[in-house]
Each structure stands twice: as structure tokens, then as C-alpha cells.
């Protein structure tokens, strides 16, 4: 089959699962990345090293036309920001890649909130492309466990590695599964986090804020110790019980700083200095 694909590098396995399945790229469409946390640069090395077009700005309708008169059969998305519009006079299908077990966690990227919701199992759906983001019919869905001390690294890991299975399961057979997907019903909807959600404080137990380290990991939380901010990414605790005022720096060796909690003590062993323009994000 003929296919576009739209996506970075988050879900890039799924358009190489397609490449390998003998499907045939005719564009690729990405966005700008911050080369921080998100990245396209494997991807679009790979479709040009095939010699496909690749396209920075948005899907707009003229596109799908374009599409259309290269004899496109598939759009697949994973990883692409914008909401596409307008696709169903020109192709025949479009699906999208969401890591989360639909109808719930709908929403930019449910990753973090699945870890602070401590969920017990997580999964990707691929779903048909509709008006309104992630509420198509449910073309194929992989579900996975996760363990009690989940972090954000090791479910992208997950997600990634069941996106690329959910690849390979469409590109065997679209037609069919296109012809038997599910309707999904009501759901639920998670927000982008908010500064606030990605700050640890101290006024909680050491459970809770090692819990908020977790479900952020590489992309980091943001701290405020002694008026100092600060972006962490690794870290540990225990508790214990003592008079000091939450949030406290009690001990620091080296780059080790020791931070009370509310009913122990947060050991930051993975930081860096918080930029003068406020915290990172990701998309």
C-alpha cells in the first residue's frame, strides 16, 4: 500500500514497521521540534534517504488533494500535534497512533497522569482519524502492565515498543481491521500538566513526591529549594521523622542535596540549575 505519514521521532518505529512491511512512503510530514525532548531528525533522515518529500507545516486540505492524485491509500500519524481535517473524500484511510488505552486518557500525552494516577495496566490505540482529536473508532488496541514503581522512561519505552506491534498488525491488514473498529464510547480527557503538577512539594509524603519524580523522569519536575529553582530528574527518599520545616535543605554533599518532606526526607541526586525563562515542557 501507498502511505503519507506524519510523525516524529516519539513514535518513529511505527513508520519504519510500515517501510519494512513493504509499504510505500510518498511524504512525510513533521514539525518543528525543540531538540530537547522531542526530535525528528531520525525520521526525517530516513525519508530522505528514501527520497520522500518532507513537510514542515500543517496538513491542510490541498494536501490531502496532493494525496490523492498520487494514489495514497493511508495517512498514519503518530506523534503530530495538529488536528487533521478534511482527509475523508481523498483517502481511504487514516489512522492515528495515541498512547493510551482509548477512550481513556484522550488528550496531548497522557504518560505522566497514568504514573500519578498509578493505573495498574496501560496500552496505545490506534484509531481512526475523526473531527475532534482522539475519539475515532478504535482500529486495533495493545494493552500492557504496569508495575508499581513506573516512570515516565520506562512507559514511553513500553508505549513505544506496543506502537510499533500495533504497526505491524495494521500493516498486514487495514482493510480488515478498518472494516471491524469499535466505536469507543465515552472516555475520558487529560489535560496538558500544568507548572504546578510538574513542581514537587514538599508539604506532601516522600511516597508522593517520589511518585511525581517518577512520572516525569528524563523530562524532569521543577523545585524550589531555599529560593532557589531547579529542574530534577533523579532521586530518592525515606521516611523518617524529624522537626524540620518541609522543604529544607538538611544536608548537601557535593551535588547530593538532602530535602525534608512532610514525613521524611527526599534525597536529589540527578539536577540542574532552573532557566531564567521557566520551566521546560513538553509538547
Not at 17 to 44: A, H, Q
Not at 159 to 185: F, H, I, N, T, V
Request: aromatic share 12%; proline share 8%; hydrophobic share 40%.
Amino acid at each position: 500500500m501507498r502511505f503519507a505519514f506524519a510523525g516524529i521521532d516519539f513514535l518513529g518505529d511505527v513508520f519504519e514497521t510500515f517501510l519494512n512491511k513493504g509499504w510505500e512512503p510518498l511524504k512525510l510530514f513533521s514539525r518543528p521540534c525543540d531538540g530537547i525532548y522531542d526530535f525528528n531528525d531520525m525520521t526525517v533522515a530516513r525519508a530522505r534517504s528514501l527520497k520522500v518529500p518532507v513537510q514542515f507545516s500543517r496538513l491542510v486540505p490541498a494536501d490531502f488533494a496532493q494525496l490523492k492524485a498520487l494514489r495514497c491509500d493511508a495517512l498514519i500519524v503518530a506523534g503530530y500535534p495538529w488536528l487533521i481535517r478534511g482527509w475523508e473524500t481523498h483517502l481511504p484511510y487514516a489512522v492515528n497512533f495515541h498512547p493510551s488505552p482509548l477512550p481513556e486518557g484522550r488528550g496531548p500525552y497522557p504518560l505522566f497522569q497514568a504514573i500519578l494516577d498509578g493505573v495498574p495496566e496501560w496500552g496505545v490505540t490506534a484509531h481512526a482519524l475523526r473531527p475532534s482529536f482522539d475519539t475515532g473508532p478504535i482500529v486495533a488496541q495493545d494493552l500492557f502492565r504496569l508495575d508499581p514503581d513506573e516512570n515516565h522512561d520506562r512507559l514511553l519505552a513500553k508505549c513505544q515498543m506496543s506502537a510499533k506491534r500495533l504497526a505491524y498488525r495494521l500493516a498486514g491488514d487495514l482493510p480488515q481491521l478498518w472494516k471491524e473498529a469499535q466505536p469507543q464510547g465515552p472516555g475520558s480527557y487529560w489535560p496538558r500538566m500544568s507548572q504546578i503538577q510538574r513542581t514537587l512539594d514538599w508539604n506532601r509524603s516522600v511516597d508522593e513526591i517520589l511518585r511525581t519524580m517518577r512520572a516525569f523522569g528524563s523530562i524532569e519536575t521543577f523545585a524550589q529549594i531555599n529560593s532557589r529553582f531547579i529542574y530534577v530528574w533523579e532521586g530518592s527518599g525515606w521516611r523518617e521523622a524529624h522537626g524540620h520545616k518541609p522543604g529544607t535543605l538538611v544536608h548537601r554533599h557535593r551535588q547530593h542535596l538532602v530535602i525534608a518532606a512532610r514525613d521524611g526526607f527526599i534525597q536529589l541526586t540527578g539536577w540542574s540549575s532552573y532557566a531564567p525563562q521557566g520551566p521546560r515542557h513538553r509538547d
